[in-house]
């Protein structure tokens, strides 16, 4: 016989793609800051350049970095993925100032008007935290995710954020997810975690013991709270 889980306790959300998004497609921006820097390429080719380069990164995990040095070495992981893009995208593009085109890329992204709320989002973290639920954020974002989270309301429905520096290690390494759900206090077989990637979030949440739920099959995060009232929401 079957036995049923036990009482969901906790959510533990991806960021990015999950409870926000930027308001520009992220090609889009890369190229308009390249062509103001003396590159001017075509946005879809940037978008696709930037895909690659991303997935290919090594974990943004420094564990031999001070942690006031934490904030100091992500930007520099950040400062490669804009080199690598610019490379990828055209190996002969030139910038008339490589520094001043990232330093605007990094301080775009670390803004709240480059991003929004999911559709959804709020009202599914209200709803969810009415009824007791334990809230997290687990992300491989850097130390900008916090601010961001704050100025777009969003931060004061979660008990903790959980970023690859605080755990020492980057989804979809079950270790973040572990780290999360000692912080909540709860088991994995009480928690669940939203996401849209199908490594970092569904399979890093399998491997850590926890179920899944695809952001992806939800027309809007509205939906999530009446899904998580069944006993076993589907992976």
Same mark, same amino acid.
């Given at each position: 016989m079957r036995s049923e889980p036990p009482p969901l306790r906790a959510v533990l959300f991806d960021a990015a793609g999950t409870l926000i998004r930027p308001r520009e497609n992220v090609g889009a921006t890369y190229a308009r800051a390249f062509a103001a820097h003396g590159a001017a390429l075509p946005e879809s &080719? /940037?978008?696709? =350049?930037?895909? &690659? /380069?991303?997935? =290919?990164?090594?974990?943004?995990?420094? =564990?031999?970095a001070a942690p006031d040095r934490v904030a100091e070495r992500e930007k520099a992981w950040w400062r490669e993925v804009v080199r690598r893009t610019l490379r990828a995208a055209d190996g002969t593009a030139r910038l008339r100032d490589f520094d001043a085109c990232f330093d605007a890329l990094f301080a775009h992204f670390a803004a709240a008007s480059a991003w929004e709320p999911m559709p959804g989002a709020a009202h599914a973290l209200a709803a969810l935290a009415a009824r007791g639920l334990r809230l997290a954020v687990v992300s491989n974002f850097d130390q900008r995710l916090r601010p961001l989270l704050a100025a777009l309301g969003l931060a004061r429905f979660f008990d903790c954020i959980v970023l690859p520096a605080d755990a020492g290690a980057a989804k979809p390494d079950p270790r973040i997810f572990t780290f999360a759900l000692e912080a909540l206090g709860v088991l994995a077989a009480e928690a669940v975690v939203v996401g849209d990637d199908p490594t970092d979030d569904h399979a890093g949440a399998v491997a850590a013991g926890l179920r899944a739920v695809d952001v992806r099959s939800l027309a809007t995060l509205a939906l999530l709270p009446s899904l998580l009232e069944r006993k076993e929401p589907p992976a």
């Amino acid at each position: 016989m079957r036995s049923e889980p036990p009482p969901l306790r906790a959510v533990l959300f991806d960021a990015a793609g999950t409870l926000i998004r930027p308001r520009e497609n992220v090609g889009a921006t890369y190229a308009r800051a390249f062509a103001a820097h003396g590159a001017a390429l075509p946005e879809s &080719r /940037v978008a696709e =350049a930037f895909g &690659r /380069v991303l997935a =290919a990164m090594p974990p943004m995990v420094f =564990a031999d970095a001070a942690p006031d040095r934490v904030a100091e070495r992500e930007k520099a992981w950040w400062r490669e993925v804009v080199r690598r893009t610019l490379r990828a995208a055209d190996g002969t593009a030139r910038l008339r100032d490589f520094d001043a085109c990232f330093d605007a890329l990094f301080a775009h992204f670390a803004a709240a008007s480059a991003w929004e709320p999911m559709p959804g989002a709020a009202h599914a973290l209200a709803a969810l935290a009415a009824r007791g639920l334990r809230l997290a954020v687990v992300s491989n974002f850097d130390q900008r995710l916090r601010p961001l989270l704050a100025a777009l309301g969003l931060a004061r429905f979660f008990d903790c954020i959980v970023l690859p520096a605080d755990a020492g290690a980057a989804k979809p390494d079950p270790r973040i997810f572990t780290f999360a759900l000692e912080a909540l206090g709860v088991l994995a077989a009480e928690a669940v975690v939203v996401g849209d990637d199908p490594t970092d979030d569904h399979a890093g949440a399998v491997a850590a013991g926890l179920r899944a739920v695809d952001v992806r099959s939800l027309a809007t995060l509205a939906l999530l709270p009446s899904l998580l009232e069944r006993k076993e929401p589907p992976a």
